[in-house]
Structure formats: structure tokens, C-alpha cells
């Protein structure tokens, strides 16, 4: 009888994480949106250092409650877990040894697997933006110059043959 209330015991304890709420910190300030659209009615402002709860994941947001509200902020702005300054423990020294202790070694980028089907019945032409864009693009002469300057060389290569081609 012992054993099997022990039995219990330790497998409540072992499952009960797995129902504890993410908890985070906002990284960088940030605005809690009524919805995950970036122009979405901000209902509150986060500051950095603020904990979060963390509800669920949609995209690129994260749907979060906190005594400020509750709502959705972009992924980017919260680092999942607690954020210490100044830890003592394991973590600094493992930061530093994986590069992201601000060595510079090591590059990071974090990816959005694109936009979902809502987003994609929602999105809007902007003509503003769609210039902005195109504002980046450059002419063959000024791609001469960057490529000189970065001391690149043109090579020569033969395209690969078409996949239809049977082999010779």
C-alpha cells in the first residue's frame, strides 16, 4: 500500500512540470497586441525585464499574460525562462563557451517558418513599403564597385543541365 502511494507521489512530481506555465522576460520593450498582427490595437506597453507568462505560439508571436494584460508579442522580444544579470552559475560559463556571451564568434538567427493561412487572407498591399523595399535594390556599376571593394573575383561555371536532359 506504501509503495503504490509513493508510486503516486513521485509520478506527480515528475508530471507536474509539464503543466507548469513558460515563464519569460521581455528583452526588449514592447507593446501587448490584442491580436498577432503587428498593427493590431496595443492594449499595453511591456518594459524590458518584465516577467511573462507564456500561453501559446502562433508564427512569430507568443500569446502572453502578465499584470500588465494579456495578448501577443512578438517572439523576438522574450527570452523564454528568467533572465539574471549576474546568475554565479553554470549558465555564464556555458553562454560564453557556446558564443553567446557576446563573443562574436558564433552568428545566431532565429527563423519564422513563414506566414499561415490567416496572414496570408489578411495581407494588404502597401505601396509604401513595397518602395521601401525596392529602394534597397542596386545598379549593375554600383554592384562593380562593392564587388571590387570586397576584393571578389568572377568565375565562370557551367549551368547545370536541365532535369528533363538524359545523361550523354
Known amino acids: 500500500m506504501n509503495l503504490i502511494k509513493l508510486g503516486t507521489v513521485l509520478f506527480a512530481l515528475l508530471v507536474m ?16 497586441k490584442v491580436e498577432p498582427f503587428r498593427d493590431a490595437k496595443t492594449i ?19 500569446q502572453i499574460k502578465s499584470p500588465k494584460g494579456k495578448g501577443w508579442v512578438h517572439m523576438l522580444n522574450v ?9 554565479g552559475d553554470i549558465g555564464g560559463l556555458l553562454g560564453m563557451a557556446s558564443g553567446r556571451a557576446g563573443t562574436g564568434k558564433i552568428v545566431a538567427t532565429t527563423g519564422i517558418r513563414g506566414l499561415d493561412e ?9 505601396e509604401t ?3 521601401l523595399v525596392e529602394s534597397y535594390t542596386i545598379n549593375r556599376a554600383e554592384a562593380q564597385v562593392f564587388a571590387t571593394q570586397g576584393k ?17
Not at 527570452?79 to 546568475?87: A, E, I, L, N
Not at 568572377?154 to 549551368?159: G, H, L, S, T, V
Request: glycine share 8%; proline share 5%; net charge neutral.
Open 79 to 87: 527570452r523564454k525562462g528568467d533572465m539574471r544579470k549576474d546568475s
Open 152 to 168: 571578389l573575383v568572377a568565375r565562370k561555371f557551367d549551368y547545370l543541365p536541365s532535369p528533363d536532359a538524359s545523361p550523354e
Open 44 to 62: 499595453a506597453m511591456l518594459s524590458v525585464g518584465d516577467k511573462v507568462e507564456i500561453v501559446k505560439k502562433n508564427g512569430g508571436w507568443l
Open 118 to 126: 490567416v496572414e496570408l487572407q489578411s495581407a494588404k498591399y502597401n
Open 17 to 32: 512540470p509539464a503543466f507548469a506555465a513558460e515563464t519569460g522576460s521581455v528583452i526588449r520593450a514592447d507593446g501587448i
Open 129 to 131: 513599403e513595397l518602395n
